[in-house]
């Protein structure tokens, strides 16, 4: 945003929306690593070349100033990332049990209060991405129902429940608006309740909802997809790979997912390849890295320009 409080527009073609919380997640150890589901993927597509649009909100203190020179040092466009005078950036507590990360959410941070934002793109966005933790304030909800309805563009929701920061009528009506779906296998039971096997529950919540895919992520076991054309695919993690913490692994997962679907990639493929680029983000600390090598070896391997 600019210091008159007008944004800039975006020129890009075929540019990701991304709507949602940038915060800090907060190690026991004392490490602070940037984070927050909508960033990291809004960062992981930007080494992958699709120059997202982060809508989002900081506080105007020292931990905001490092979200914006680190955007600056990705090349990332900062126009829709908003400063806020009152609530400060935004922070997770996490503790680690067993190498899986559990969130302790703080109250009133500035990713709450995402204000609209008229104009900031002179076409249609590619795709919308947003989460469910960032709506849990009427501020940011109302931002997001606004973006929605100046952009006629799909939607992917990626749930991410986080106690107690969550209601499922709400989560419903957010699917409602969605082209693809993607939650875990707590996500599913705790929104989605159903005695059938995966693949019949996929099934039905494709067709309840009208989507043009849902995934469904299960840790360890990998992942499951059902789409519009009725193929269902299923892929597991390599065994013993290295895992150093999961923060960050399904955002991981989103990113590379959306990747896939914006190159029109076959639904296995892309789940193939969902894996694997979270398989090695699982070996790394923290959910995304300033090491541009890391995310070259992918692009050369799956021939991204």
Known sequence: MNNDGTTEKVEQ?????????????????????LGGAPFNVAWNLQAFGMFPVLVSRIGDDNLGRKIQEKMKTWDMTSSCLQLDPFYPTGKVQIALNGGEPHFT???????????????IMSHEPSFLYHGSLALRNDVSHNTLSF????YQCP?????????PWWNAGQVHDLVTDATWLKLNEFELD????????????????????NLEAV????????????????????????????IMDT?????????????????NWPLHITMQRAQEFASAVVGQRGAITLDKSFYQTFRNKWNLQ
């Open 147 to 150: 973006l929605k309805l100046e």
């Open 247 to 263: 923060v960050g692994a399904g955002d991981a997962f989103s990113s590379v997912l959306l990747l896939g679907i914006m190159n």
């Open 215 to 242: 995934f469904v992520t299960l840790g360890k076991m990998g992942a499951v997809a059902f789409n519009r054309d009725n193929l269902f695919s299923s892929v597991k993690p390599q065994e013993n790979i290295a």
């Open 190 to 209: 705790s929104l989605f309740p159903g005695q059938e096997n995966l693949e019949q529950r996929c099934r039905q919540l494709r067709e309840r909802f």
């Open 105 to 119: 959410i703080l109250q009133d941070q500035a990713y709450d209060y995402i204000a609209p934002l008229a104009g």
């Open 155 to 163: 939607v992917f929701v990626d749930v991410n429940l986080r106690s």
């Open 13 to 33: 073609n075929c540019t990701p929306l991304i709507f949602g919380e940038v915060l800090f997640d907060c190690f026991p150890d004392g490490r602070q690593k």
